[in-house]
């Protein structure tokens, strides 16, 4: 079964941006609805974005206007614009494809 894979993660600090990227072979993410969840230590899972197979984006509240998704390439790796970043962004974020297959996920830390 393709699995994704995430990258991007690392440290930065409040008020700095990051890229997260989620990619697969194949085309599991052109042709399926792809979702960004992320945990925090202690919490429950927090929905984060999706791009459905035709385009359309969702958003959680906690991150609309802050986060964008995007897809691109032959392959429709996924990526994760997040801008503004607050301490409380700081989990671990996973993508995925829904009903299907998830990645092992890339830390964020956003910390002064």
């Known amino acids: 079964q393709v699995q994704p894979v995430e990258s991007g993660g690392g440290t930065v600090k409040p008020g700095g941006s990051l890229r997260l990227s989620c990619a697969a072979s194949g085309s599991l993410l052109l042709n399926n609805a792809v979702g960004w969840y992320r945990q925090a230590p202690g919490k429950q899972r927090e929905f984060v974005a999706r791009?459905?197979?035709?385009?359309?984006?969702g958003y959680g509240d906690s991150v609309k206007g802050r986060f964008t998704i995007s897809r691109h390439g032959a392959n429709g790796t996924v990526s994760l614009w997040m801008n503004n970043l607050k301490p409380e962004d700081t989990a671990v974020y996973s993508c995925?494809?829904?009903?299907?297959?998830w990645g092992q996920g890339t830390q964020v830390t956003v910390s002064s």
């Open positions: 791009i459905t197979s035709g385009g359309t984006v």
């Open positions: 995925g494809v829904f009903g299907g297959s």
